[in-house]
C-alpha cells in the first residue's frame, strides 16, 4: 500500500496564495501520474491538475493560468502552487498518485485524506 499525506490548506484572502504539498511513502517502487482533485460542499469531485512522470501538466479550464503543479521524483511529491486565489476555490483538495500493481497488472490509484483549502471575499 501507498500512503499519501498532504499538508498547506488553510484560510486565506481572495488574491492570496497557498502551496499544497503531498507526499507518498510505504510500498512506493515506480510512481506514474499524480495529481489533485477537488470537492466543493454539495458538489462532486472534479480534477484540479495532474502530471505525468515525465513532466507534463494538464489543468482544469477553471485554475489554468492561476495553478502550476509540479513534482519532485526523488522525494515523491506532489506540489500545487494556487495563486490569484478565488472564494470558488474552496474546496477539500485531494492528492492522488498511480503506480503500477504487478500482483494485479494494472494501476491503482492512491489517494491523500484531503486538506481545506478556504478563500474568503
Known amino acids: 500500500q501507498v500512503q499519501l499525506v498532504e499538508s498547506g490548506g488553510g484560510l486565506v484572502q481572495a488574491g492570496e496564495s497557498l502551496r499544497l504539498s503531498c507526499t507518498a511513502s510505504?510500498?512506493?517502487?515506480?510512481?506514474?501520474?499524480m495529481g489533485w482533485y477537488r470537492q466543493a460542499p454539495g458538489k462532486q469531485r472534479d480534477s484540479v491538475a495532474a502530471?505525468?512522470?515525465?513532466?507534463?501538466?494538464n489543468y482544469a479550464g477553471s485554475v489554468e493560468g492561476r495553478f502550476t503543479i509540479s513534482r519532485d521524483n526523488a522525494k515523491n511529491t506532489v506540489y500545487l502552487q494556487m495563486d490569484s486565489l478565488k472564494p470558488e476555490d474552496t474546496a477539500v483538495y485531494y492528492c492522488?498518485?498511480?503506480?503500477?500493481?504487478?500482483?494485479?497488472?494494472?494501476?491503482?490509484?492512491?489517494w491523500g485524506q484531503g486538506t481545506q483549502v478556504t478563500v474568503s471575499s
Open positions: 502530471i505525468t512522470s515525465g513532466g507534463s501538466a
Open positions: 492522488y498518485v498511480d503506480q503500477y500493481s504487478i500482483g494485479y497488472g494494472r494501476f491503482q490509484r492512491f
Open positions: 510505504g510500498n512506493v517502487f515506480r510512481i506514474n501520474a
